[in-house]
């Protein structure tokens, strides 16, 4: 077997040393009623081009983003990824080390993770972050948890607009710690009427921008409603692109900040693995769950950078813990904090307007088919239609042409058949535009 | 700040490490083969000391000047993001990557993580575009191909347990031990078992379990072990009672040891009504050779990044899924794949069944999924028992061939990790600590350490298969040769320890007590 190399020379040898006549040997703790005494009914090994072989053709099946229009977003937004990131990735220093439990030998990784922090505090408009979670939806999970300990109450509201699987991801999280989650109904143009039944008992509200709807919404009147009852606003965003165009929660009064990296650096991966970005305001370091990375010194009195603030988590606190986390995103944050590094903020500020206006082409190309009203006025590259037909049936008749022409709302929420959530990048071209709107005019015909 | 690469030229100061050691072979002098030597190990700034706000190193085509649509939302502020180009970002992260240790550097003996060698195949699967760049949103009947291979993992994983169902979405261990307590709590509730809430955790436990339990609102209630490092079975049975939701036991525990009683200890749960969550960080001691379903557990999660070599990537991502018995599976997480008349579905709404609810966005790691399954199918259940076994010889043959200058902490075998207690060290003024940080200097990544919290001084070694024979010897020889020379009173190199890493040790009491956890323009005060 091709990854394993002890011969039977060896394990004999090894056999003698150890003082055991057999591999059964070693395994003589384990019951009599619990060994096997033949292989399990799977295939035996395979050869590296068979696996391949078996791979590819499994991958065949799949329509593949690139392999025609695509206009799917909602939570994950295919953009071109510079292949330096993919290259650096593959360094097996970055690829094959563990979480960076031993400084002196892991400063590559900490010095990342350092940067990668500093680059989603500036991003968000935060003082500072940690060095990731599994992805936007439980990081919007573990934002609830911690609003709900900062504050001592258990009341969480969450706004209409915010991505159903989230707010899913948010009553599961919370669901066995007497929390108390009151979510409004899922719908374009909501207004703020949630902020009405804000009191004293609440802890947080979740708003996001752009919501799932692809509206960018202004989160300082959800702010200042939060504070003055004394709870906090945790702003979400599943489209990190859009903040180099858009308002950073921070700036507009938000507490904390989390959402979806994987559009820089990561890719569609047919939903993971993805990396989770979360901000927080000084204050509020301290009750931040997940690793955090921290600079010091060397006893050389050189920089050098730690894992830190280890005493909220799960290996020094266990029960007592902020939160159960323990392996965090580890290469998609260098993924994220490399494609950052190429873009800059000039680059980003570009990449977001570029976006903006494939976004606003689109809008008004499919705005102008019989049988279409675009119902979001603001937007960033995403953006919901209501058609004249069930969406779903209009997906799948686009389907047919090849032409994945956005996501059906119902698939993530009830009750809203007949609108469709679109969204457009950089790598969207005019004759992808152009099919679009042919295939969507056929299926509405 | 000197910028200029300096090359760390210290041959010189390794003539300690020519005393005591038969000098006829070559690896005795491991300092001189050590990585850090051959390397330029360079003052590496940070990307905003380097780069600028207005500099990119992507180039994009020209903007249109499209009238904005973002309702007044406009960024007007500065982010201050700094931008580098091409070359200057390769040389960054290279440079950085230099600074790192990794598997496919050396031996990376860390007990509990599994540290085995990554496929390079796997990698070349997980890019294919049908795999990567497919959306998690895009139609079902676009997806077949993908929905076929988490239901191929999903029949590998249940037969290599020997369990009925596995729910797929967990992230990572931790979020599959959340998924199988949740589980655990969900077939309580639909019982009306309110008083059942407390949950028994051996306390040589990963520090996850009882994190876990708590957030899926049950108490906690620590076993403690006996002198050969297994669960006390005395201590267990006083503890049992009808209020009594579970067991989260890891097996092979974290001692390295196969929990014997562990089938009576199912049923004794099982008799008052509790479930067993079986903890599978260390499952790669058992694949091919025992399924955790002949034992009586009613989930376990599986760790893809550790058994099944998807990467460890400095720290992530992971991968959890999480097999559940006949009693639990009808709670399990959504979204999960069904096969009907040879097409696949996804089963997307919980309100629908039993489901305890949704764990993540979308359907977990499929990238990890990916990987796991070029693996499984490359060693095949030979393969698999194979490895299994020469991780548990290989463990075996490090703890035989250093117990008598290194204090294994119990007798006997071991499973797939071995692992010694400081008593070997007594009196000599070294510590655990001291001991791993003197390995970097030999060129290896240190073993776990004060881990598992039941052994004092614990140092936990996992070597795993993917060690050859020849380089388990170089190891057994290096550390004989630490043991003998903290033995000797050579304090000193054990205290200064490490010289050759890229860094001395680093302050971690500075950093905790005034984090600075971001950089930020220098002020000039």
Same mark, same amino acid.
């Given at each position: ?445 | 700040? %000197? ?55 992507? *180039? ?54 599994? !540290? ?64 199988? !307590? ?27 379990? %009882? ?12 076993? %403690? ?6 669960? *006390? ?9 009808? *209020? ?104 997307? *709404? ?15 790691? !499929? ?91 614990? !140092? ?66």
């Amino acid at each position: 077997m091709r990854y394993l190399p002890l011969n039977n020379n060896d394990r004999a040898a090894m056999l003698d040393v150890v003082g055991v006549k057999s591999i059964d040997g070693l395994f003589e703790d384990v019951p009599e009623a619990a060994r096997l005494d033949s292989l399990i009914d799977v295939p035996l090994h395979k050869t590296e081009s068979e696996v391949d072989g078996h791979l590819t053709a499994l991958a065949a099946k799949n329509r593949a983003a690139g392999a025609g229009p695509f206009f799917i977003g909602a939570g994950a937004y295919r953009h071109h990824i510079p292949a330096t990131v993919d290259h650096l990735i593959q360094r097996s220093e970055f690829l094959t080390a563990y979480t960076p439990y031993q400084p002196e030998i892991s400063q590559g990784t900490l010095q990342v993770l350092f940067e990668f922090q500093t680059q989603v505090a500036m991003l968000t408009g935060m003082d500072v972050a940690n060095a990731s979670m599994y992805d936007g939806s439980t990081a919007c999970g573990e934002a609830v948890l911690m609003a709900c300990r900062v504050k001592r109450r258990k009341k969480v509201f969450v706004a209409s607009g915010v991505h159903p699987h989230y707010t899913a991801v948010c009553k599961n999280t919370s669901q066995y710690q007497n929390i108390d989650l009151r979510v409004a109904d899922c719908a374009p143009n909501c207004d703020a009427g949630i902020l009405n039944g804000l009191d004293k008992d609440t802890a947080a509200i979740i708003v996001q921008s752009p919501n799932v709807f692809g509206e960018v919404i202004d989160l300082a009147p959800y702010a200042e409603a939060a504070h003055e009852v004394g709870a906090l606003l945790i702003a979400v965003f599943t489209e990190p692109v859009a903040l180099g165009a858009i308002k950073s929660p921070g700036e507009m009064g938000a507490d904390i900040v989390v959402g979806e990296g994987q559009s820089l650096g990561v890719g569609l991966n047919y939903g993971g693995p993805y990396v989770g970005l979360f901000a927080v305001a000084q204050k509020l370091v301290r009750q931040m769950p997940g690793r955090v990375c921290g600079e010091t010194v060397d006893a050389n009195g050189e920089r050098g950078y730690v894992l830190t603030l280890s005493t909220r988590e799960q290996h020094i606190r266990r029960e007592k813990a902020t939160s159960n986390i323990c392996t965090n995103s580890g290469l998609c944050t260098v993924a994220f904090s490399i494609h950052m590094s190429l873009l800059g903020e000039a680059g980003l500020r570009t990449l977001a307007t570029l976006n903006h206006e494939k976004a606003c082409q689109l809008a008004d190309a499919l705005g102008a088919i019989d049988g279409v009203e675009l119902v979001t006025e603001s937007f960033f590259n995403e953006f919901t239609l209501r058609l004249t037909k069930p969406a779903k049936d209009v997906v799948e008749a686009m389907v047919a042409k090849n032409v994945l022409g956005g996501l059906p709302a119902a698939r993530l929420m009830d009750g809203q058949d007949d609108l469709l959530i679109v969204c457009a990048t950089e790598t969207n071209s005019d004759a992808d535009i152009n099919a679009f709107v042919a295939a969507l005019t056929e299926a509405l015909s | 700040m %000197p910028l200029w690469p300096r090359l760390r030229r210290l041959y010189h100061e390794h003539e300690y490490a020519r005393s005591e050691h038969d000098t006829t072979n070559e690896w005795l002098y491991p300092s001189r083969n050590c990585i850090w030597q051959q390397r330029l190990i360079s003052k590496e700034l940070l990307i905003f000391e380097v780069g600028t706000p207005r500099r990119t190193g992507v *180039d994009f085509p020209a903007l249109k000047g499209t009238k904005s649509r973002l309702g007044g939302m406009e960024r007007t502020s500065e982010i201050g993001l700094p931008g580098l180009t091409e070359p200057e970002v390769m040389r960054h992260y290279v440079r950085l990557s230099q600074k790192n240790y990794a598997i496919d550097l050396g031996v990376y003996p860390l007990g509990s993580c599994t !540290m085995k060698h990554n496929p390079r195949l796997n990698e070349k699967m997980a890019r294919l575009p049908g795999f990567a760049d497919i959306h998690p949103l895009q139609s079902e009947n676009t997806v077949q191909g993908a929905l076929e291979l988490i239901d191929e993992l999903a029949d590998w994983i249940c037969k290599l347990t020997g369990m009925p169902a596995v729910a797929m979405s967990p992230k990572a261990g931790a979020h599959g031990e959340m998924c199988g !307590m949740m589980a655990i709590r969900a077939a309580l509730d639909a019982k009306g078992a309110d008083h059942k809430r407390r949950v028994l955790v051996p306390e040589s436990a990963h520090g996850t379990n %009882p994190a876990t339990a708590v957030q899926c609102g049950f108490s906690i209630d620590s076993i %403690p072990a006996t002198d050969d490092g297994r669960v *006390d079975m005395a201590a267990l049975k006083a503890k049992l009672g009808d *209020d009594v939701a579970g067991i989260m036991l890891t097996n092979p525990n974290t001692c390295g040891l196969f929990e014997r009683d562990i089938i009576e200890i199912a049923e004794l749960i099982h008799g008052v009504g509790g479930y067993f969550y079986c903890d599978g960080a260390n499952f790669n001691a058992l694949v091919g050779r025992v399924r955790p379903g002949d034992l009586g557990i009613d989930a376990m999660h599986l760790n893809l990044h550790k058994t099944f070599s998807t990467p460890h990537g400095g720290g992530g991502p992971g991968s959890g899924p999480t097999v559940l018995s006949d009693a639990l599976s009808p709670y399990a997480p959504v979204p999960y794949v069904v096969k009907s008349n040879g097409t696949y579905r996804l089963v997307e *709404d919980a309100d629908s069944g039993d489901s305890f609810g949704r764990m993540t966005a979308f359907h977990g790691q !499929m990238g990890m999924f990916t990987r796991a399954l070029s693996y499984m199918l490359s060693h095949g259940s030979d393969g698999l028992k194979q490895a299994t076994e020469d991780a548990v010889l290989n463990a075996n043959y490090v703890q035989a061939s250093l117990s008598d200058v290194m204090s294994p902490a119990f007798g006997g075998v071991c499973m797939h990790e071995a692992l010694f207690d400081d008593s070997f060290l007594k009196g000599t003024g070294v510590e655990t600590l001291d001991f791993a940080k003197a390995m970097i200097d030999e060129g290896y990544h240190p073993m776990t350490m004060y881990f598992p919290l039941v052994v004092h001084g614990a !140092m936990l070694i996992e070597p795993t298969e993917s060690e050859s024979k020849a380089e388990l010897d170089r190891f057994i020889d290096v550390m004989r040769g630490l043991a003998l020379k903290a033995k000797s009173g050579e304090v000193d190199m054990f205290k200064q320890a490490p010289i050759y890493a890229p860094m001395r040790r680093l302050d971690e009491t500075q950093a905790a007590r005034k984090p600075v956890l971001r950089w930020r323009v220098p002020t000039t005060d």
